[in-house]
């Protein structure tokens, strides 16, 4: 049984590190794709022109300054790095361990700082992007970072099991 939740957390560990990879290389190769709608939900663009009476009411919140936005989103992007760097470093850790050449609880500890760090990023978008309101008018995107959130959350309960 060892063995079998050992694989089971590997290969979950490695499906959320491909997932947040592709991603890292599209914002790092074509950055304008995203970043531009960070910018659009910091600045509370839609908000603004579909909602006029509700973005009164929270105008101040927005951040026009592209100067801010990029930098937000390089905070951003240098966050899926380093989650992408523990989720790799922790498939490797588990797949040594399944082979039986390193010690599992590394593995596990290793693809949890992953995992967390994948969280993190999903939850953070939830939480900063509940700041800027953008339910009203990106809820595609709030859908996708509970997703997220939510397949981050169950691959660190995985990783947790003995």
């Not at 663009?45 to 973005?55: A, S």
């Not at 937000?72 to 790095?81: C, G």
């Not at 010690?103 to 939480?127: D, M």
């Not at 953008?134 to 990783?159: K, P, R, S």
């Amino acid at each position: 049984m060892e063995t079998a939740v050992l694989v089971a957390q590997t290969i979950a560990t490695s499906a959320i590190a491909a997932w947040l990879t592709l991603g890292l290389r599209d914002n790092l190769l074509f950055p304008s794709v995203n970043e531009t709608y960070t910018a659009e939900v910091l600045a509370m663009t839609r908000l603004r022109t579909e909602y006029p009476e509700e973005f009164k009411k929270v105008a101040h919140r927005a951040i026009s300054n592209r100067r801010t936005q990029r930098l937000l989103f390089q905070v951003v992007v240098f966050a899926e790095a380093v989650a992408c760097i523990f989720l790799w470093i922790g498939t490797i850790a588990l797949l040594l361990s399944v082979t039986g050449i390193s010690n599992a609880e590394t593995g596990r500890v290793l693809a949890l700082a992953g995992a967390t760090s994948f969280t993190a990023v999903w939850s953070g978008f939830l939480i900063v992007g509940n700041h800027f309101c953008y339910w009203f008018c990106h809820e595609d995107a709030q859908n996708t970072h509970y997703q997220m959130t939510l397949w981050g959350l169950a691959t660190m309960v995985l990783i947790c099991q003995r």
